[in-house]
């Protein structure tokens, strides 16, 4: 089974307090969003392979050490895991992107497809599967299997607050996947919110309702 990871360093959670207010405004929800994604990124990059290479300083010659030419790719789940992007990119200038469309039918809270555009060459790529909220876990399993299915091997899933259910749901389907979180809450209210969550996470961060 897939780890869990819970990213408990007081400036992602800091922020995470701040991201859960409802007083908070698009505005800043969105720059929040994007910090906390890149301190996120910071931790999840720890295991990237480093290759020695020699550099010469002011001073001397040395060995130093550089990331070794990972092809890494990130994957927002739309609309929301777009948000999270800008701040990943921060860190990892050169990934490429792809996108998964999904949303999640209000009645049946079962993801629906709408469009998945990815890089030609993910099946060599590592690849983090970004998004806000991981509820029932309905999007991100569909979004696991529509990049299987293309051919994707290496993912990790990233998300800010996961709910019980939708971790237990991912491991139970994807059970290779690791999965990084800022955040485990207690648990869905009847419309498949996460309690306490931080509401609608596409609404806050593009200010539609
Ligand atoms: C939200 C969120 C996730 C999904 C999580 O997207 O961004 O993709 O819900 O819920 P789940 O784990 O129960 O599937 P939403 O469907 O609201 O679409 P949006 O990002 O376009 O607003
Ligand atoms: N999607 C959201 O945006 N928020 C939730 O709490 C659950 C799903």
Redesign the pocket.
Known sequence: MGNLYVFDHPMIQHKLTYIRDKTTGTKEFRELVDEVAMLMAYEITRDLPLQEVEVETPVTRCKSKMIAGKKLGLVPILR?GIGMVDGVLKLIPAAKVGHVGLY?DPDTLEPVEYYVKLPSDISERDLIVID??L??GG?AVAAITALKNRGARSMKLMCL?A?PEGIQKVQEMHPDIDIFVAAVDEM?NDH????P????????LFGTK
Not at 192 to 195: F, H, L
Not at 198 to 203: K, N, R, V
């Open positions: 929301a999640r806000p909220m509820a029932t999007s607050i709910a869905l498949g919110y996460i309690v969550g931080l509401g609608d996470a596409g609404d806050r």
